[in-house]
C-alpha cells in the first residue's frame, strides 16, 4: 500500500511506501523485460563507481545483462557541469553498445546534481526515461560549507550552481524523476533538500547516508519505479 502525503514544508508531495525493510522482491513485481531500459550508475561526492557493487547485482539477479548496467566513474572534485557534460559523452556510448532509444539514470548524493544538470541543460530528457536520486543534495545540504572542491562548494544552499538549476520547473523535460530521503541522513542537511517538485518523492526508513544505495527495499522501490 502507498500513501501520498503532502506536506506543508515541502515543495512537493512525500510518497510514503510502506513496505516490509528485508523485503528485496514483491511478489509479482517486474524484472527486466524487452521494456527495460539500461541504467547509468551515477556515484556522489568522494567516492567512486564500486559503491554501486551491491545494487548492480541485484539488478543482474532480476535480470539485466551486463551490458545494461553502467556503474560509471568520474573525477568527483570538478565542476558538477563539467561532470554533465562527460556523462553525456557516457550515456551516447551506452546508447550506441547495446541499440536502446532511453536509459535510466540511478544517482547517489552529488551524482545527482551533474545528471540532473544533463537532463535540463544538454537535452539529455530526450535520452533519460526515469531519472533517480537517492540522498541528492537537490537543495543544498550544511555538511558542504568545509569544502573547497568546486563540486562540493557547488553542494552549498544558495550557490549559483544550485540556484541556476533549481530555477524554473525543477523537473523539466519529458523523463520521469524520482528522489529517495532517509530521515536519519546525517550527511544531507536538511532533509527536506532531497525533494523535488514534480518528483516522486519517497521517505525511506531510518538509513544513514550510504546505506541508500544498498536497502533491500529501497532498491525494490527503485526497481519498479525504473522498470515501469
Same mark, same amino acid.
Given at each position: 500500500?502507498k500513501i ?5 514544508t +515541502?515543495?512537493?508531495?512525500?510518497? !510514503? ?8 522482491? +514483491?511478489a =509479482?513485481?517486474p ?5 527495460? @531500459?539500461?541504467? /547509468? ?5 568522494? %567516492?567512486?563507481?564500486? $559503491? ?5 547485482? #541485484?539488478f ?6 551486463? %551490458?545494461?548496467? *553502467? ?10 557541469a563539467?561532470? +554533465?557534460?562527460? !556523462?553525456?559523452? &557516457?550515456?551516447?556510448? /551506452? ?6 532509444s532511453?536509459? *535510466? ?22 535520452k /533519460?526515461?526515469a531519472w $533517480?536520486?537517492?540522498g541528492?543534495? #537537490?537543495?543544498?545540504? #550544511? ?6 572542491d568546486?563540486?562540493?562548494? &557547488?553542494?552549498?544552499i ?7 538549476? @533549481?530555477s =524554473?520547473? &525543477?523537473?523539466? =523535460? ?9 530521515p536519519?541522513?546525517? /550527511?544531507?542537511?536538511p @532533509?527536506?533538500?532531497?525533494a523535488?517538485?514534480?518528483a516522486? #518523492?519517497?521517505?525511506?526508513?531510518? !538509513?544513514d547516508? %550510504? ?6 527495499? $529501497?532498491y ?5 519505479? $525504473?522498470? @515501469?
Amino acid at each position: 500500500m502507498k500513501i501520498y502525503l503532502c506536506m506543508a514544508t +515541502a515543495a512537493a508531495c512525500v510518497l !510514503l511506501a510502506l513496505a516490509s525493510p528485508g523485503s528485496a522482491r +514483491a511478489a =509479482g513485481s517486474p524484472t527486466f523485460g524487452p521494456s527495460s @531500459n539500461p541504467i /547509468v550508475f551515477v556515484h556522489g561526492y568522494n %567516492s567512486d563507481n564500486t $559503491v554501486w557493487n551491491t545494487m548492480a547485482a #541485484n539488478f543482474a539477479k532480476d535480470g539485466w545483462p551486463s %551490458s545494461y548496467l *553502467d556503474q560509471w566513474k568520474y573525477n568527483y572534485s570538478q565542476s558538477n557541469a563539467t561532470t +554533465a557534460q562527460q !556523462l553525456s559523452q &557516457e550515456i551516447d556510448r /551506452v546508447l550506441a553498445s547495446t541499440g536502446a532509444s532511453k536509459i *535510466d539514470i540511478i544517482s547517489h548524493s552529488m551524482g545527482g546534481l551533474s545528471s540532473r544538470y544533463y537532463t535540463k541543460n544538454l537535452a539529455g530528457d530526450a535520452k /533519460v526515461d526515469a531519472w $533517480v536520486s537517492l540522498g541528492g543534495p #537537490n537543495h543544498g545540504t #550544511n555538511t558542504a560549507n568545509a569544502c573547497l572542491d568546486t563540486s562540493c562548494g &557547488e553542494m552549498r544552499i544558495g550557490s549559483s550552481f544550485l540556484n541556476a538549476l @533549481n530555477s =524554473g520547473d &525543477e523537473t523539466p =523535460g519529458t523523463s520521469r524523476y524520482a528522489t529517495w530521503w532517509s530521515p536519519c541522513d546525517a /550527511v544531507i542537511v536538511p @532533509n527536506s533538500s532531497v525533494a523535488l517538485s514534480g518528483a516522486a #518523492n519517497t521517505k525511506t526508513s531510518c !538509513l544513514d547516508h %550510504s546505506s541508500l544505495k544498498t536497502d533491500a527495499t $529501497v532498491y525494490a522501490q527503485v526497481r519498479d519505479y $525504473v522498470n @515501469n
